[in-house]
């Protein structure tokens, strides 16, 4: 009687668990979108926050050098006027070909870093959607080389044999 199987007995112990989307694999539309909105948003996203702080860090930086290439542009294009208007200026030593030089150096170097800016902004972006691309890449440890003999028929008659090397990744 012990082995007996009661058919009756109708309750269910636990409802199998079905995964339709597997939650590793990251969308790249997303995290591209996430990154153009709010710069740093893709990395989060893709549970890479660490590279979050480099890109702020870049920001900040280039935003510095933008201010002082600015500053000193500023300051030596007031120079400049102030050398045509036959005023004094704090760039005694200068004349008005190497104020013109200075002028024109600190204003593409202002320039220069606005493209930085860009830049930045655009590898922050690429970032993003090739990491959420890379994410359902497998790096597991079975990385495998093995060396097999080959025998082949040709088409046009005769056999050839060979070695080939075979990467199972």
Known sequence: MAQRIDTLNTEIKELPSIKLKDNTVKDPKKATLLSAFIPGAGQVYNEKAWKVPLIYGGFATNIFFIDFNNRRYLALREGLFQLDRGEENNFPNLNRVGLVRQVNFWRR???????????????????????????????????????????????VGGNMFGLSMKINF
Not at 127 to 146: G, P
């Open 109 to 155: 170097n202002r320039d220069l870093n606005y493209f930085i800016f860009i830049g930045i902004y655009a590898l922050n972006i690429v970032d993003a959607h090739v990491d959420a691309h890379l994410s359902s890449f497998d790096v597991s440890e079975d990385l495998t080389f093995r060396f097999e003999p080959v025998y082949e028929n040709l088409s």
